[in-house]
C-alpha cells in the first residue's frame, strides 16, 4: 500500500482523462470534469497540458441550446505512435500504430515453419525496413514497444527482443512490454475494441493454440504470475479423444491435423482466409467439436467468476467466428437452460489482427491508460 505525492495524482489525473476520452469519445472540458470528478480547472491545466504535448486536439464547436458553443477535445491521431511484434511457429509480424488504434504499417512473413532463429532475423529485418519507411517525425513518437512471442521462452529472450528498438533506429530508451498471446489480444479488445463490450469479460483467442486473457473493472488483469485467462490447459470432460486439452480439440492446429488425418490439406487456411470455403467439411466438423468444448470452458469460468460477456476471436473468416459464436451459445443455453447468469457470448473486433495489435496495446496502456 503506497501513498501518493503531488506527482503521482498529477499523472494519475491525466491517464484518467485521456482513459475517459478514448472510451467515451470526444468532449468538452464541462463533460469529461463532470464524468471524472476533477474541477473544471484541473480539467483546464490537463488539457493545455495535453494539447501542448501533441496527444490531444480540439474538434469543431458544437452548439448548444444555451450559451456559447462548446470545443470537444478528442485525441490526437498522430499524437503517439506504437510498434506491435507478434512471433509464433508459422508468422512473425511486425506493425506501427498510431494512438487510436490505426495501423499505418506492417510487414509480415508466414512460413511453414519459423525457428527461433529465422524468426529473429526477420524480426531484425522487418525492423530496419521498417525504420527506412518512418519519417523523422515519427520516429521521434514511437513511445514503446509491445512483443508477444508464442515460439520462445520470452524471458530468456527479453534481451534479443529488445535490439528490436535499436534496429528499428529509435534507441535505447524506448521502452520494450511483453505479453502473452491472449493477453495481448484481449488488452486490443480493451483499448481499441467496441464500446459495447462490458467490464467484465472472458476473452478466447483461437488461433494455432487457443489462448485467452480476462478483463476486470475494464482493465487486463495477469494474476499473480501473469498466467490469469490462460484456458489453453482447460481440462474436457466428456471427450473421447487421446488428448482432452483445449488447444489440441479447438485450435487451428487441431483443425488441420483433424483435416490432415482424414487426407485433406488445410495449407492455405494460414495465410488467406477465403481459402476457408473450399474445405467446408472438416471445417464443420471441427466446429461440431469446439463449440461444446468452448461452452465447458466458458460455464467453468462463469462459475468462479460470474462473467457477463465472452469475447471469442481469432484469425478466421468472420462467418466462421459468428458460427462459433452461435454454437456456443446454444450449448450453453442447452447445459443450463434456467441460468440467470449464463453470459452473452460476442465476436472479437480484430480477427487475424487481435494479437498484433494487442501486442502494439501494451505500451499504450501502459504510459497513457488509467491503472493499466
Request: charged letters at 25%; hydrophobic letters at 40%.
Amino acid at each position: 500500500m503506497l501513498g501518493s505525492n503531488h506527482k503521482d495524482l498529477r499523472d494519475r489525473n491525466r491517464r484518467l482523462f485521456l482513459t475517459v476520452l478514448r472510451k467515451k469519445g470526444a468532449m468538452p472540458k464541462g463533460d469529461i470534469a463532470r464524468m471524472t470528478g476533477l474541477s473544471v480547472q484541473t480539467v483546464s491545466v490537463i488539457s493545455r497540458e495535453l494539447e501542448e504535448e501533441g496527444l490531444i486536439r480540439r474538434g469543431e464547436k458544437r452548439k448548444g441550446k444555451v450559451g456559447q458553443p462548446s470545443v470537444p477535445l478528442q485525441l490526437a491521431a498522430d499524437g503517439a505512435l506504437f510498434v506491435g511484434l507478434e512471433v509464433e511457429a508459422k508468422k512473425v509480424e511486425l506493425i506501427l500504430v498510431n494512438f487510436v488504434g490505426d495501423i499505418l504499417d506492417r510487414i509480415c512473413s508466414t512460413d511453414a515453419q519459423f525457428t527461433p532463429e529465422t524468426a529473429r532475423k526477420f524480426a531484425f529485418f522487418a525492423a530496419e525496413e521498417m525504420s527506412r519507411r518512418l519519417s523523422q517525425g515519427q520516429s521521434e513518437k514511437i513511445s514503446g514497444i509491445g512483443i508477444t512471442d508464442a515460439l520462445t521462452d520470452t524471458d530468456c529472450w527479453a534481451k534479443t527482443w529488445s535490439l528490436v528498438g535499436t534496429k528499428l533506429g529509435v534507441g535505447p530508451d524506448c521502452p520494450s512490454h511483453f505479453g502473452k498471446e491472449g493477453s495481448c489480444a484481449c488488452n486490443a479488445e480493451l483499448i481499441f475494441g467496441s464500446e459495447h463490450v462490458p467490464k467484465h469479460f472472458l476473452y478466447i483467442h483461437i488461433g494455432h493454440a487457443v489462448s485467452g486473457g480476462l478483463a476486470i473493472e475494464g482493465h487486463l488483469h495477469q494474476g499473480c504470475t501473469g498466467n490469469a485467462g490462460s484456458i489453453d490447459r482447460f481440462p474436457l470432460e466428456g471427450i473421447d479423444r487421446p488428448s482432452n486439452r483445449l488447444s489440441d480439440m479447438c485450435s487451428l492446429d487441431g483443425l488441420w491435423n483433424s483435416a490432415a488425418a482424414e487426407g485433406t490439406c488445410l495449407n492455405d487456411i494460414w495465410v488467406k482466409t477465403q481459402a476457408w470455403g473450399e474445405f467446408s467439411d472438416p471445417v464443420a466438423c471441427w466446429l461440431g467439436d469446439a463449440a461444446p468444448a468452448i461452452a465447458q470452458v466458458v460455464i467453468g469460468a462463469n462459475a468462479l467468476i460470474d462473467l457477463p460477456c465472452v469475447v471469442i476471436d481469432g484469425p478466421m473468416p468472420k462467418r466462421l467466428r459468428k458460427s462459433i459464436v452461435l454454437k456456443v451459445e446454444e450449448y450453453l443455453a442447452d447445459s443450463n437452460p434456467s441460468s440467470p447468469n449464463r453470459p452473452n457470448v460476442v465476436e472479437g473486433s480484430f480477427g487475424p489482427d487481435a494479437v498484433v495489435l494487442g501486442a502494439a496495446s501494451l505500451p499504450l496502456s501502459k504510459l497513457f491508460m488509467l491503472d493499466a
